[in-house]
């Protein structure tokens, strides 16, 4: 098979990669801008991995808690994230948010009401007040198919089961975008004035997850190879709470909002553990005594809240240690209790989806039993560098949102504050990237032999003399990533782990795939390899480089937070064909924000 | 598990022998035979976890998503058939081309607000939506409308838009805020008219919405009404309902 000139060329202002929350945001944004827009996505329309948030959509709209408000939420960001946050974004994030949320609203979407008919706002850990905008615990699907049904009615092009594989860069501003047609194999060339990745996050490259295949990391890869830089790569998020039996559903996440709704944590001799891990840097704001906790529930001012929503980080590290001493369930994880807490219609009415779930694949009906969960790999905080107001990388032409994109989440992700930040940052991407085809006067090129370089790379393994098979590789790199590159890291198992890699990627070189381009998952993934090694490469350089515990990063070996690293991002970029890392200085925080940080009472 | 190979042109039955683990699913053999013998059967899934409707299939003839099934409803040792969606045209192994239905959305008349209250919110009471949020629940598996006998067999795909966009139409019909009058397009474009009611799409959503009790057969009642002259004139003495759009 050789690569012919067997190509489709399109001509677009905007080309956005990527389907989920943030990516139709932008197409959305992009064509009411004007632009002449393309949204991409690697499956069918409405399918990306947004389809599965569950909890809901973090905005301070003060229908519930009249004295939530912007600074509230850009407090708990900043905190959640061990302040190494990208101030000014979380600053944008918490601003917009409300306005956000109340347009989809404007679009279609059905929130849950409050009595006096606003939208219903529900807890989560690490939000002060109850905050997230939700429908039952499947407010993801109602996301995304209230921007897919705004971005049919705006009639923009989009381009499905077609999956971008490298930037195309003409003196240094961006240019297109080269990839094919899943479902034929062809090539697809994408000359774009502006081009804003939105295409999610890495997780696949881990054991225990709860991606889907589509998460593996193209758009970080993509962004490095065109010379953008990548910052805070060791940050990962392991969900406290995925499924942990039967083996074929380990990793299926269980929404925050089953412990936001009175759900609790136990280990294997009933005691709810989490009190005895709250950190220094939440005392004063989380309950010591299961008394306290408890009446939070009813009476949040006078009451300090349950250890139980605690972040994200500090959650999974706590099971982690439980399980680790030998406390933890018979299929190695720890019990989550909502059925002695809450009545069965009260959880079939406000977890549907989460009874559906364990019904339907463990057999477990969560109004009589308790749930076996564990920590499960679920997003990465890192990723590409962006200019907070614009969005645009440091290539020129090149915009990111979403899970893509680095620096809102600082080390660690409040939950609630992904579906938000791919509306906020969607939106705003989609805006710059209009603007600046509209600003664009010069022609788009795009080098003949360039692309037929590329479509030649692409087809390479169908030809090779290699045998080795695409699947195997990719299941042990996550085998190497979950044992090395996991919750708790120490550098000699980092280092191990980059040996791994190294052997990895020399195997994924002899890869060789049979069957022909239509539709062929054993191509697909041999190609998905090369960005999902990528990323377990910078994920793993910038945990060595990061000698200190922060956020989702712990280092057995540096166990203590540092203070110093808390003024410096680990940036990752490209050089010469290898990755290269620095530190770098945050940018300085005003104060008038630095005040909205201090304890409040 | 008996899996049909193939694409447009020919296809047929390939036996794969496959040791099996506690809780798998039918999708869970489907990827170890992609791991291990085919590595280019084609399939398509994304959330496994039945809340991105991707996996649907037939199995053992009967439509179902693939992640939802488990291996421990079937017998021990006995032969399982996996095939693609039947009303839709074959792109290879298990994977269809479902773009009738990415069509038909784009014909669906938006959604047209009235105006916010005077403090600019919109409210809306939990009682009114509960019933949208039913038709909400759909993950566009689109497994309605393979069993449609109207698409299915009757191949009317032209002028039938199935029943995940009848329910897409009550669920805009029946927003609070909606100011727009669909009949005409639930008729005329979407033509509901050549449903007969079998409740095929009912029995096989994964979701379980009452599609057609509460879908559809209002909807018809509802066109019923709009050519019934007494219900017109009632109608217009009360004067219920907005005009046509």
């Known amino acids: 098979m050789i690569?012919?000139?067997?190509r489709d060329e399109r001509e677009y202002d905007v080309v956005v990669v990527g389907a989920g929350g943030a990516g139709i945001r932008a197409a959305i944004e992009a064509k009411a801008q004007g632009a002449r827009t393309a949204l991409v996505c690697k499956s069918l329309f409405g399918k990306a991995h947004t389809v599965m948030a569950e909890g809901g959509i973090a905005a301070a709209l003060r229908n519930v808690w009249k004295e939530d408000g912007w600074d509230v939420h850009f407090r708990d960001t900043m905190r959640g994230g061990k302040l190494l946050n990208s101030w000014r974004m979380a600053q944008l994030h918490a601003l917009e948010a409300p306005d956000r949320v109340l347009e989809l609203e404007e679009w279609g979407a059905m929130f849950d009401r409050t009595p006096d008919g606003l939208i219903l706002q529900r807890d989560f850990g690490g939000h002060r007040y109850a905050r997230l905008a939700h429908v039952?615990?499947?407010?993801?699907l109602e996301m995304i198919r209230t921007l897919q049904n705004r971005a049919v009615e705006l009639g923009i092009d989009v381009l499905m089961e077609c999956t971008m594989q490298r930037l195309l860069v003409d003196d240094g501003r961006i240019a297109g975008a080269f990839g094919y047609w899943r479902q034929t194999g062809r090539f697809v060339l994408l000359r774009g004035k502006a081009i804003v990745l939105a295409t999610g996050g890495a997780g696949k490259a881990w054991k225990v997850t709860s991606n889907s295949w589509e998460y593996t990391g193209d758009g970080m890869t993509m962004a490095l190879d065109a010379g953008a830089d990548l910052i805070d790569m060791e940050f990962v998020q392991f969900h406290p709470t995925g499924m942990v039996w039967p083996p074929s559903v380990r990793g299926i996440l269980v929404t925050e909002g089953v412990r936001g709704d009175g759900g609790t944590l136990k280990n294997r001799d009933g005691e709810r553990f989490m009190f005895r891990y709250i950190p220094e840097f939440f005392r004063a704001e989380t309950a010591d005594n299961e008394a306290e906790a408890d009446r939070w529930y009813e009476d949040k001012k006078n009451n300090r809240r349950t250890a139980d929503l605690l972040p994200r980080d500090e959650v999974a590290r706590a099971i982690n240690s439980e399980i680790k001493a030998g406390r933890g369930s018979p299929h190695g994880g720890v019990f989550l209790d909502i059925c002695t807490r809450r009545p069965a219609d009260y959880i079939r009415r406000r977890l549907p989806s989460m009874y559906h779930q364990f019904k339907e694949l463990a057999g477990v009906d969560i109004t009589k039993e308790v749930m076996e969960v564990g920590p499960t790999c679920h997003y990465v905080m890192g990723g590409v560098r962006v200019d907070a107001d614009t969005t645009q990388?440091?290539?020129?032409?090149?915009?990111?949102?979403?899970?893509?994109?680095?620096?809102?989440?600082?080390?660690?992700?409040?939950?609630?504050?992904?579906?938000?930040?791919?509306?906020?940052?969607?939106?705003?991407?989609?805006?710059?990237?209009?603007?600046?085809?509209?600003?664009?006067?010069?022609?788009?090129?795009?080098?003949?032999?360039?692309?037929e370089a590329i479509a030649r790379e692409l087809l390479e393994p169908f030809t090779r003399s290699g045998n080795e098979n695409p699947y195997a590789i990719q299941a042990d790199l996550q085998e190497a990533m979950q044992d090395l590159v996991g919750i708790i890291r120490t550098e000699t198992e980092l280092r191990h782990a980059l040996r791994k890699i190294e052997a990895l990627k020399d195997r994924a070189k002899k890869v060789r795939i049979g069957g022909g381009r239509t539709y062929n998952p054993g191509w697909h993934t041999a190609l998905d390899l090369q960005s999902l090694l990528t990323v377990a490469e910078c994920v793993t350089l910038a945990a060595i480089?990061?000698?200190?515990?922060?956020?989702?990063?712990?280092?057995?070996?540096?166990?203590?937070t540092d203070a110093e690293w808390g003024k410096a991002n680990v940036v990752v970029r490209q050089k010469n064909g290898t990755i290269q890392f620095t530190r770098e200085p945050l940018p300085e925080m005003p104060a008038e924000?630095?005040?909205?940080?201090?304890?409040k009472k | 598990?008996?899996?049909?190979?193939?694409?447009?042109?020919?296809?047929?039955?390939?036996?794969?022998?496959?040791?099996?683990?506690?809780?798998?699913?039918?999708?869970?053999?489907?990827?170890?035979?992609?791991?291990?013998?085919?590595?280019?059967?084609?399939?398509?899934?994304?959330c496994k976890a039945g809340k991105c409707g991707s996996c649907s299939a037939e199995i053992n003839g009967k439509p179902r998503l693939m992640c939802m099934t488990r291996m421990n409803t079937f017998a021990e040792g006995a032969p399982i058939t996996v095939a693609p969606i039947r009303a839709f045209p074959l792109i290879r192994d298990l994977v269809t081309d479902v773009s009738y239905n990415y069509e038909k959305a784009k014909t669906v008349p938006p959604l047209r607000l009235k105006p916010p209250d005077p403090d600019g919110r919109y409210r809306m009471m939990q009682e009114d939506i509960d019933r949208i949020q039913e038709f909400h629940k759909c993950i566009e598996c689109f497994l309605c409308q393979d069993v449609c006998h109207v698409i299915r067999d009757h191949d009317l795909k032209r002028q039938f838009a199935g029943p995940r966009f009848f329910i897409k139409v009550a669920a805009l019909d029946m927003h609070p805020l909606d100011t727009r009058n669909r009949t005409e397009f639930v008729a005329r474009e979407a033509g509901i008219g050549l449903c007969n009611v079998t409740k095929c799409c009912t029995e096989v959503c994964p979701e379980g919405i009452h599609i057609t009790d509460n879908g559809i057969i209002p909807m018809k009642e509802r066109r019923a009404d709009d050519y019934d002259p007494i219900v017109w004139l009632l109608r217009k003495f009360r004067g219920q309902r907005p005009e046509p759009a």
């Not at chain 2, 694409?7 to 683990?21: I, K, W």
């Open chain 1, 136 to 140: 039952g615990d499947r407010t993801g």
């Open chain 1, 393 to 451: 990388s440091t290539v020129s032409g090149l915009f990111a949102a979403g899970e893509v994109a680095g620096g809102m989440h600082g080390s660690n992700r409040l939950g609630g504050n992904s579906l938000s930040d791919l509306l906020v940052f969607g939106r705003r991407a989609g805006l710059h990237a209009a603007l600046h085809a509209k600003d664009f006067g010069g022609r788009l090129a795009a080098d003949r032999a360039q692309l």
């Open chain 1, 3 to 6: 690569a012919r000139p067997d």
């Open chain 1, 593 to 599: 924000l630095r005040g909205l940080l201090e304890e």
């Open chain 2, 1 to 46: 598990m008996r899996v049909f190979r193939g694409d447009a042109s020919r296809g047929s039955f390939r036996e794969y022998r496959v040791e099996t683990d506690q809780g798998m699913v039918v999708l869970d053999v489907i990827h170890r035979i992609q791991a291990t013998q085919a590595s280019d059967l084609a399939c398509r899934w994304n």
């Open chain 1, 545 to 560: 480089e990061r000698t200190e515990s922060r956020g989702s990063h712990t280092r057995d070996d540096y166990p203590k």
